[in-house]
């Protein structure tokens, strides 16, 4: 791979020339291309930018039905599972088998049944991420 600190050391490379031209005149011909340049760079980036954000916006956007369809089954969800353990501690009730640890049990049990709560951060993340992306 030639680097430029390869072709710089090539004798006669290059070479000071006495000019009747002032400085002048490299800046006034390059800086007009290199500010040309440089709005036409930051406005393709900003419509690349423009076109993520918006691709971002509909992927957030699309979890919404499906956390609507959570929070309508949830309730159902609790119920079934708050008569399933019921009917769990009665059989072990029956059967003298309820020990020390069934309060380990009811925090796990606890936990699964605040999947409300859980549903409920996600759309304020979910929601948060959309408002950073329409600040930015």
Known sequence: MLDIADLLKIPDMITAAETSEPVDWWLKGSCPCSRVACL?????REKEGDVLAADLAGRIRAFFPGLAKIKELIPVRQQE???KMRARVQELSA?????????????THAERLDRDRRNRQLEAHLHHFLDTLAFA
């Open 81 to 83: 599972y708050a008569a």
């Open 40 to 44: 036409e760079l930051v406005a393709m």
């Open 95 to 107: 059967t003298g088998l309820i020990a020390g640890s069934a309060s380990h049990r009811n925090r």
